[in-house]
């Protein structure tokens, strides 16, 4: 008989309902905009709510609710954690992988076992758009989201190694348009 390392999902009866629980699944976008030559990322300051890496920076990102798809998910998260509207951009982008992930992570060694699930784009503006942390769904947990330039990337103590996620989406963007 084949044996396979896992441990199976529980489940729980809630209200009449089966509930699973198993593995989370989280998004995280990279967002980039381009001001002639200069880049732009968008990122954030994780707060004192933050579960974790408090203090340290990161790309938007955040967990998968019931009755959302993942596409729905990385909208929600940038609204509530940067008041960052994709719709503004989409007029704009001139690389996106918005409607389908860029990368998917999946090794159970990675932070509480999370699937992740990331999107990116790059858009050409005149100005960087305006960021709020007024949707915030929990107080304290951004402390605030900046347009990042890319060539600062290095100087700033990062959560998640999302600084790596930062060069592996430029590289991507690379490859697509050499390609």
Same mark, same amino acid.
């Given at each position: 008989?084949? *044996? ?28 980039? !905009?381009? !001001? ?16 974790? =890496? *408090? ?5 938007? %990102? ?11 998910? $990385?909208?929600?998260?940038?609204? =509530? &954690? ?5 719709? $503004?951009?989409?007029?704009?982008? $001139? ?9 998917? +992570? ?14 990116? %784009?790059?858009?050409?503006?005149? *100005? ?9 769904? $929990?107080?304290? &947990?951004? =402390? ?5 330039? @890319? ?10 190694? +999302?600084? &790596? @996620? ?14």
């Amino acid at each position: 008989m084949k *044996k396979f390392k896992n441990t199976p999902n529980i489940e729980h009866k809630v209200d009449g309902k089966s509930i699973w629980q198993s593995r989370s699944v989280a998004v995280v976008g990279t967002i980039m !905009i381009r !001001i002639g030559e200069e880049i732009f990322v968008l990122v954030s300051k994780r707060g004192k709510a933050a579960l974790d =890496e *408090k203090g340290k920076w990161n790309l938007t %990102c955040g967990y998968l609710d019931y009755d959302e798809t993942i596409q729905e998910a $990385i909208e929600r998260e940038l609204w =509530e &954690e940067t008041g960052l509207d994709l719709d $503004i951009l989409r007029p704009n982008l $001139i690389y996106s992988k918005l409607d389908q992930p860029w990368r998917i +992570h999946s090794k159970p060694d990675a932070n509480r076992q999370n699937v992740s699930c990331h999107f990116g %784009c790059l858009a050409e503006v005149d *100005k960087l758009p305006e960021l709020s942390l007024e949707n915030n769904e $929990i107080e304290g &947990e951004v =402390e605030s989201a900046i347009w990042l330039p @890319i060539d600062d990337v290095n100087k700033y103590d990062w959560a998640f190694n +999302h600084n &790596e @996620i930062i060069s592996l989406f430029l590289s991507e963007i690379l490859k697509e348009k050499l390609s």
